[in-house]
């Protein structure tokens, strides 16, 4: 008897420290590291990158784990350009990972080329240093470097920084602007063998062919709709919701098409500012109404009790979720109508950044049992 009651006491005392040690499994990541030659020739490269950003973000916003949509990392770097330290290799992060897909816009925007020494080895080898790179084995973590010049220049061996990827479970694909046998002559394909990639060539200076559709002017309109819904707070509230409307304005520099490809990536799972807009903070985390002083609400706000600012957001996230519904609706629409408008169209064979990036996404995603809807 005396035995059976110690034992009871003993789980006792151990059920509670084992429920203590329960960890929340996190969401599944997909990281990405875009290194991009900004050399001279690679005004193109560049111009793709911020033209179709959001086409490839709204391909991820497609993707599954167990029913779940994984979080999307982008990290970017520029090599080659002139302007750049000759002591860091001509080499520059531009943003470490970020859920902050407005910054990688703005970013990407700010980019200019400059001619320069190109050397993929050692961008690879910064990028793995650098970045903050998930040690899950379940998250899908790829670098896609593009550029036009020998794969083997500079003085790290790219043999031995693709070999630090793959140890590291980093995928490394490579993007060779030009000719694809060209690519295979300087390196290129080899650097992507070696990191367990896939090898690629695009038409750097290929630009996106158009198609209106009938669905474009209500998907215009509900993106300004959205915009509205957006409540800035704190401190960089209003600098930020600025720059969310400068973004969708340089997003349409590059086109109807890229314009609209925003708008569809801002009703998705994987477009969130909560550490700037109250809406998706509210979202993410009811408590903060509770945690904010009345100087850190925007001027519709102040003054107004708990409960009042509680009532304001949940009507808030009512309009956005049907905002959101409805792009999604028109967009469906509007992607089959353009579908059957290119069968009737001249075929170009040629890919651009996004078609290349797209295919190796999808099939390096079903290895860690990524679904896409």
Do not use: H
């Given at each position: 008897m005396?035995?059976?009651?110690?034992?009871?006491?003993?789980?006792?005392?151990?059920?509670?420290?084992?429920?203590?040690?329960?960890?929340?499994?996190?969401?599944?990541?997909?990281?990405?590291?875009?290194l991009?030659?900004?050399?001279?020739?690679m005004?193109?490269?560049?111009?793709?990158a911020?033209?179709q950003?959001?086409?490839?973000?709204?391909?991820?916003?497609?993707?599954?784990?167990?029913?779940?949509?994984?979080?999307?990392?982008?990290?970017?770097?520029?090599?080659?350009?002139?302007?750049?330290?000759m002591?860091?290799?001509?080499?520059?992060?531009?943003?470490?990972?970020t859920t902050?897909?407005?910054?990688?816009?703005?970013?990407?925007?700010?980019?200019?080329?400059?001619?320069?020494?190109?050397?993929?080895?050692?961008?690879?080898?910064?990028?793995?240093?650098?970045?903050?790179?998930?040690?899950?084995?379940?998250?899908?973590?790829?670098?896609f470097?593009?550029?036009?010049?020998?794969?083997?220049?500079?003085?790290?061996?790219?043999?031995?920084s693709?070999?630090?990827?793959?140890?590291?479970?980093?995928?490394?694909?490579?993007?060779?602007?030009?000719?694809?046998?060209?690519?295979?002559?300087?390196?290129?394909?080899?650097?992507?063998?070696?990191?367990?990639?896939k090898?690629?060539?695009?038409?750097?200076?290929?630009?996106?062919?158009?198609?209106?559709?009938?669905?474009?002017?209500?998907l215009?309109?509900?993106?300004?709709?959205?915009?509205?819904?957006?409540i800035?707070?704190?401190?960089?509230?209003?600098?930020?919701?600025?720059?969310q409307?400068?973004?969708?304005?340089?997003?349409?520099?590059?086109?109807?098409?890229?314009?609209?490809?925003?708008?569809?990536?801002?009703?998705?799972?994987?477009?969130?500012?909560?550490?700037?807009?109250?809406?998706?903070?509210?979202?993410d985390?009811?408590k903060?109404?509770?945690?904010?002083?009345?100087?850190?609400?925007?001027?519709?706000?102040?003054?107004?009790?708990?409960?009042?600012?509680?009532?304001?957001?949940?009507?808030?996230?009512?309009?956005?979720?049907?905002?959101?519904?409805?792009?999604?609706?028109l967009?469906?629409?509007?992607?089959?109508?353009?579908?059957?408008?290119r069968?009737?169209?001249?075929?170009?064979?040629?890919?651009?950044l996004?078609?290349?990036?797209?295919?190796?996404v999808?099939?390096?995603?079903?290895k860690?049992n990524?679904?896409f809807?």
């Amino acid at each position: 008897m005396k035995f059976k009651i110690s034992l009871l006491a003993l789980l006792l005392i151990v059920a509670p420290i084992t429920q203590s040690f329960t960890v929340k499994k996190q969401k599944a990541k997909i990281q990405i590291a875009l290194l991009l030659d900004t050399s001279n020739s690679m005004d193109g490269l560049i111009n793709q990158a911020k033209s179709q950003l959001w086409k490839i973000v709204n391909e991820m916003a497609k993707s599954e784990v167990n029913k779940e949509t994984p979080t999307l990392e982008i990290a970017l770097y520029e090599y080659g350009n002139d302007g750049l330290s000759m002591r860091e290799g001509y080499i520059r992060q531009v943003t470490t990972f970020t859920t902050d897909l407005d910054k990688i816009s703005e970013k990407l925007f700010a980019l200019k080329t400059n001619g320069g020494s190109e050397f993929c080895g050692q961008v690879i080898d910064v990028s793995l240093k650098q970045l903050d790179w998930s040690e899950s084995d379940t998250d899908l973590k790829m670098i896609f470097i593009a550029g036009n010049e020998p794969f083997n220049q500079g003085e790290v061996d790219y043999r031995k920084s693709c070999q630090k990827a793959v140890n590291k479970d980093v995928t490394v694909n490579t993007i060779f602007c030009g000719n694809y046998n060209e690519g295979i002559r300087t390196f290129w394909k080899d650097g992507a063998i070696l990191g367990n990639g896939k090898y690629m060539n695009i038409d750097s200076d290929k630009k996106e062919v158009y198609i209106a559709s009938p669905y474009d002017k209500a998907l215009t309109q509900l993106n300004k709709q959205l915009n509205d819904t957006y409540i800035a707070y704190g401190i960089s509230g209003k600098k930020m919701k600025a720059r969310q409307e400068i973004q969708d304005n340089n997003a349409k520099s590059m086109g109807q098409q890229a314009y609209l490809n925003r708008a569809v990536s801002k009703s998705s799972k994987m477009y969130s500012n909560s550490n700037w807009d109250l809406v998706d903070a509210y979202k993410d985390n009811p408590k903060i109404v509770d945690k904010l002083t009345d100087d850190q609400l925007p001027k519709e706000l102040k003054g107004k009790s708990k409960a009042e600012i509680k009532l304001f957001l949940d009507k808030k996230l009512k309009e956005r979720a049907s905002i959101q519904e409805q792009i999604q609706i028109l967009n469906a629409k509007r992607a089959k109508f353009i579908k059957e408008k290119r069968k009737e169209m001249a075929t170009d064979n040629s890919k651009a950044l996004d078609d290349v990036m797209i295919d190796a996404v999808r099939e390096q995603a079903l290895k860690k049992n990524f679904i896409f809807k």
